[in-house]
């Protein structure tokens, strides 16, 4: 009779956490030597536990001699998994299993396996698996459902579904466990498939499985049956909590019903972090970062401190609508909050600042980050292979080689894409050979950016041999290798190539088609690329781009079929005023000596296109090689009136796997004086040579 009211007034203690009169309790049981009673210990544990006193709950268990009740060691591990210290909960199962006297029961195993699940010890879960199956426990509902959630939050989803499949009973938690076995391995369309089958086989969903429905639903950009859920959610008068709220809201913001994300919203009543960070997600997912800010404010009003992820839903924001100023707000508030941001915040503001064209604040952000990971590299080669800096991306490149930082394929395809616009074969060659041997060698998307970079240098037999090694091909690959053959004067085997592709399942794009019209404008086959052109439309029905009629203009312009060309320009409306159409046009009017047509483009240049300098020198040019010198020196008047210049040219050579560039007159090389008195050295040269002396009459005239 006297440890039943031991036992009510320890659990009037654990309601109102009074550790004072526990402590007198828990002396009055030592006093009158009930220290041994199962359910006083048990019920102490649990007092101990509710006031975080954990050293003292574990010298309730401790201090007895032999505990031999089953229940009090399932007491402390439930206590031990419920907070979360899972190597305690793992030691005391080793120390029951090595218990002469007693063996763990049905009660035991669902804690031990939530210990296995959160440290992730699969191996030891294995090892329970098969003792459960020997000794008959797997046939409990419940311990199969644990291991069924154990196998599942150990990502060792095969088994999970397979022990799943051979249950001859189950449960809700079961259900719940292999819903999220399907979504986390990425397969959103089958976790749906399962919730079905759960419900027709009559089991009412928890919160965990809508939590887990709704998230598919946002994976799957599935808004009816997303709304559809909510609706007999709402029918059925469900209690959400945070967390199934803050997925609806995520669900909505993904497929774009914003009304209907500030609405749910708006009905959670205590806002957790999640709740907050959706309905950032949400505008972030339109560019709208003035509403993201809002919200942050609002956010840290209401008493929600910002997490990481709230900082790169407004980041991604800032990127998409190009704020900068939002950015910098960003940027500047977690620097003064001590924020301690991670790669990916770091990259998310490089790219910001690369998005919005503030390169200089990229670059301080990257000396700032750490360095020793090679995703901080990455981004900030492909912000300046974005950029168009392509020689900063190649240098930042070498100062991560020079840093033991290991490549990944994604800062290949990048830095093969900046050596593909340089055409810095010998660059390219170098990174080619720290793949060999590597397993970088058979990724798909290296291999291809390889190709492409060997294709653009003109190395179309190092192009042919990536080809060939490719284990499959691709619309990109196939495209590559055609593009290398037609712009290296080889249409016959692009040609050849385009007829293989089409035979193989690969079905060719615009782009394709572009290689192929290239390739006939190269070696000027005409009826070829009509017919290509022609075929584009009729039988793979794509609609001819800008590009394609640039190709098809510039094929007839180079066989001299100007009019039919200029014709073509005029009865189709979407080119009929490109610039850069008439302008190739035009090129092939001078080439060809046309002088009446070359004038008339040039003038409809002028007109079109009044600020750039080349519409004028190509005027100027017209009217000299038909003699008018009175209106060509007009033109040249008129183009200093309006201060036009044309831009410095640059040039850049590989020495010693180094690449240099320079523009005209440029003095900026610390041996330009060298450079120049090389250069003075070979006119002099030159000027003595009696070849450059033949030819030199006809040079200056064409000039």
């Not at 090595?98 to 992730?120: E, H, I, Q």
């Not at 609405?263 to 993201?292: H, L």
């Not at 990174?431 to 492409?452: F, P, Y």
Request: hydrophobic fraction near 40%; charged fraction near 20%.
């Amino acid at each position: 009779m006297e440890s039943a009211k031991l036992v009510s007034l320890l659990r009037t203690c654990i309601t109102c956490k009074s550790v004072t009169a526990a402590k007198l309790i828990h002396q009055k049981i030592l006093t009158q030597g009930l220290q041994n009673n199962t359910l006083l210990s048990k019920t102490l544990i649990d007092l101990y536990f509710s006031c975080h006193l954990y050293p003292a709950a574990k010298l309730v268990f401790h201090s007895i001699p032999n505990p031999s009740t089953i229940s009090l060691w399932n007491s402390l591990m439930t206590a031990y998994t419920n907070h979360h210290m899972f190597i305690d909960a793992l030691e005391l199962y080793d120390k029951l299993l090595r218990c002469p006297y007693l063996g763990p029961d049905s009660y035991t195993y669902p804690s031990v396996l939530k210990a296995c699940a959160a440290l992730g010890r699969v191996g030891i879960g294995r090892m329970i698996h098969n003792h459960l199956v020997k000794t008959g426990f797997v046939s409990d509902i419940v311990v199969a459902s644990s291991l069924v959630g154990m196998y599942a939050k150990c990502s060792v989803f095969g088994c999970a579904i397979q022990l799943f499949d051979e249950m001859p009973q189950r449960d809700v938690a079961c259900w719940n466990a292999v819903i999220s076995c399907y979504y986390q391995d990425g397969q959103a369309d089958k976790a749906m498939e399962m919730y079905d089958k759960m419900t027709t086989s009559g089991f009412e969903p928890n919160v965990v499985t809508i939590t887990t429905v709704i998230s598919s639903c946002a994976r799957l950009l599935d808004l009816e049956r997303g709304r559809e859920i909510h609706k007999a959610l709402i029918q059925n008068r469900v209690d959400l909590d945070c967390f199934a709220s803050s997925a609806l809201v995520d669900m909505y913001g993904k497929c774009g019903c914003l009304d209907m994300a500030k609405e749910v919203f708006e009905q959670v009543p205590r806002k957790n972090v999640i709740a907050w960070n959706s309905m950032i997600a949400a505008y972030s997912v339109t560019g709208d970062s003035k509403s993201c800010v809002g919200l942050l404010r609002r956010m840290i009003d209401e008493g929600t401190s910002p997490s990481l992820i709230t900082f790169s839903s407004i980041l991604l924001a800032c990127s998409r609508s190009l704020q900068l100023q939002h950015g910098k707000f960003m940027h500047g508030y977690m620097i003064r909050n001590c924020v301690e941001a991670d790669i990916y915040i770091y990259s998310l503001l490089i790219d910001l600042y690369f998005e919005c064209g503030s390169i200089s604040s990229a670059e301080n952000v990257f000396e700032k980050m750490p360095k020793t990971n090679v995703v901080s590299w990455n981004v900030m080669i492909s912000g300046f292979v974005k950029a168009g800096n392509y020689f900063r991306a190649l240098g930042i490149y070498d100062e991560m080689i020079e840093a033991g930082v290991r490549p990944n394929d994604i800062t290949v395809t990048s830095i093969l894409s900046a050596c593909s616009q340089l055409t810095a074969l010998e660059k390219g060659k170098e990174i080619h050979r720290t793949l060999v041997d590597s397993e970088l060698e058979t990724n798909e998307i290296v291999m291809g950016s390889l190709l492409d970079m060997y294709a653009k240098c003109g190395a179309v037999d190092e192009a042919l041999n990536v080809f060939n090694k490719l284990p499959s091909r691709d619309l990109v690959s196939w495209t590559s290798m055609i593009a290398a053959y037609g712009s290296h004067g080889q249409a016959k085997e692009a040609l050849k190539l385009f007829d293989e592709m089409q035979q193989s399942n690969a079905k060719p794009d615009g782009v394709t088609l572009l290689a192929v019209l290239s390739a006939c404008s190269h070696v000027g086959l005409v009826d070829e690329g009509w017919h290509y052109f022609n075929q584009m439309i009729s039988k793979y029905g794509i609609e001819p781009r800008i590009e394609h009629y640039s190709c098809l203009i510039d094929l007839l312009g180079r066989a001299g079929r100007l009019n039919e060309a200029y014709q073509i320009i005029q009865r189709t409306p979407q080119i009929r005023e490109d610039v850069q159409l008439l302008s190739t046009l035009l090129a092939a009017c001078l080439l060809h000596r046309d002088h009446d047509l070359g004038l008339n483009i040039a003038r409809l240049l002028v007109e079109k296109n009044p600020d750039d300098h080349s519409t004028y020198i190509m005027l100027s040019h017209s009217l000299a090689s038909g003699n008018k010198w009175n209106e060509m020196r007009k033109v040249r008047l008129k183009m200093k009136e309006l201060g036009l210049r044309k831009n410095p040219g640059c040039s850049w050579i590989e020495v010693n796997r180094r690449i240099q560039y320079f523009f005209v007159q440029d003095k900026s090389h610390p041996e330009s004086e060298m450079v120049y008195q090389c250069l003075k050295l070979l006119k002099t040269h030159m000027d003595g040579d009696e070849l450059v002396s033949h030819w030199g009459s006809a040079i200056i005239h064409t000039i």
